[in-house]
Antibody, heavy 116, light 113 residues
Framework: EVQMVESGGGLVQPGGSLRLSCAAS????????MGWVRQAPGKGLEWVANISPDGSDKYYVDSIKGRFTISRDNAKNSLYLQMNSLRDEDTALYYC?????????WGQGTLVTVSS | DVVMTQSPLSLPVTLGQPASISCRSS???????????LSWFLQQRPGQSPRRLIYKVSNRDSGVPDRFSGSGSGTDFTLKISRVEAEDVGVYYC?????????FGQGTKLEIK
């Protein structure tokens, strides 16, 4: 069974940092694009970032460029999102998802709250 | 960047009646490989993970009832439900995966009248 479990969310002050993790299982992680999608409270889905199977290609939504970094460790079947210089508007439920052009499996999400 | 525009944003439907959601993109979603990377998702409850229903415009995911169908081409796409059931309630999103950055529509909230 394909499964993704996110962790690392929490409460952080504006300007702070967090590192989200996504542990994947049930498929050959190293052969799939992976991504992050977020959903602010009461809002719609926002695509955040994607990374290619070998980690060489990375794409980001404009609002996080220069602040967030997506990465992966294929030996550990894990996906990461390093978030720096966090802003109030980054408050959201962050989902890990399998796929690039189309996201076929999603985790349950981890909540990030940016507040002083 | 590609803007995805859904309509309507709210869709009250009587049980057993059909429903249709439109999704329009600001650019053609045909990729250089000839595929069109347009997907549909349903988020049944706030905070619940979205579930993919349709990929590449018209391909139903495993386990998705055949009352759901996707169609369209280029910049205009439609999700249709032939007969709405109670379990279909939630917010529907289209997503384009052709152009970076990828993007979602605003969402269409389907409710039972």
């Amino acid at each position: 069974e394909v499964q993704m479990v996110e962790s690392g969310g929490g409460l952080v002050q504006p300007g702070g940092s967090l590192r989200l993790s996504c542990a994947a299982s049930g498929f050959t992680f190293s052969t799939f694009w992976m991504g992050w999608v977020r959903q602010a409270p009461g809002k719609g889905l926002e695509w955040v970032a994607n990374i290619s199977p070998d980690g060489s290609d990375k794409y980001y939504v404009d609002s996080i460029k220069g602040r967030f970094t997506i990465s992966r460790d294929n030996a550990k079947n894990s996906l990461y999102l390093q978030m720096n210089s966090l802003r109030d508007e980054d408050t959201a439920l962050y989902y890990c998802a399998r796929g690039g052009a189309y996201l076929d499996h999603w985790g349950q999400g981890t909540l990030v709250t940016v507040s002083s | 960047d590609v803007v995805m525009t859904q309509s309507p944003l709210s869709l009250p439907v009587t049980l057993g009646q059909p429903a249709s959601i439109s999704c329009r993109s600001s650019q053609s979603l045909v990729f250089s490989d000839g595929n069109t990377y347009l997907s549909w998702f349903l988020q049944q409850r706030p905070g619940q993970s979205p579930r993919r229903l349709i990929y590449k415009v018209s391909n139903r995911d495993s386990g998705v009832p055949d009352r759901f169908s996707g169609s369209g081409s280029g910049t205009d796409f439609t999700l249709k439900i032939s007969r709405v059931e109670a379990e279909d309630v939630g917010v529907y999103y289209c997503m384009q995966g052709t152009h970076w950055p990828h993007s979602f529509g605003q969402g269409t909230k389907l409710e039972i009248k």
